[in-house]
């Protein structure tokens, strides 16, 4: 693995994991937007 903190390899797992993060947060961005999408959809179904 990357070894320890200040190891080998530890500014490249930090960086892989402030790029995961950013993708993560993007993601859970994208599918509050369709959720509220879906629920707009249903409310007009329901009308």
Known sequence: ???GPG????????EDNEEL????RKVRDELHDIRRELERVADALDD
């Open 1 to 3: 693995m990357g070894g």
């Open 7 to 14: 190891g080998p390899g530890a500014r490249g797992e930090s």
């Open 21 to 24: 993060v950013r993708e993560v």
